[in-house]
């Protein structure tokens, strides 16, 4: 999040006014909010990625035991109900 919310919303607005002018009459708010998004995305999303990696990483260097990509993908499609990718 932008450090200063008031800016943000100005640079939002902005934005706003420029798609409306520009071909973008025919977005939803949520369209136009996406495409935003898309534009700036939260600076602590890879933050929070790596620190989920390097967690992963100190459980293995630690001996915590994981489970197999394969194992992982089985449970997670059948609690899930997606087909495996040969059964498609």
């Known amino acids: 999040m ?3 919310p008031t800016n943000e919303l100005r640079e939002f607005y902005t934005f ?8 973008g009459a025919g977005l ?3 369209e136009a909010l ?3 998004r898309d534009i700036h995305p939260e600076p602590f999303d890879d933050e929070d ?3 989920a ?3 992963a990483i100190d459980d293995l260097d630690r001996g915590v035991k994981c489970i197999p990509l394969d194992e992982f993908d089985r ?3 059948k609690e899930f109900n997606i087909p495996a990718p040969d059964e498609r």
Request: net charge negative.
């Open 2 to 4: 932008n450090a200063h």
């Open 34 to 36: 996406d495409e935003w």
């Open 49 to 51: 990625d790596v620190a």
């Open 75 to 77: 449970e997670i499609r």
């Open 28 to 30: 939803s708010p949520e």
């Open 16 to 23: 706003l006014g420029d798609r409306l002018n520009n071909g």
């Open 53 to 55: 990696i390097q967690a």
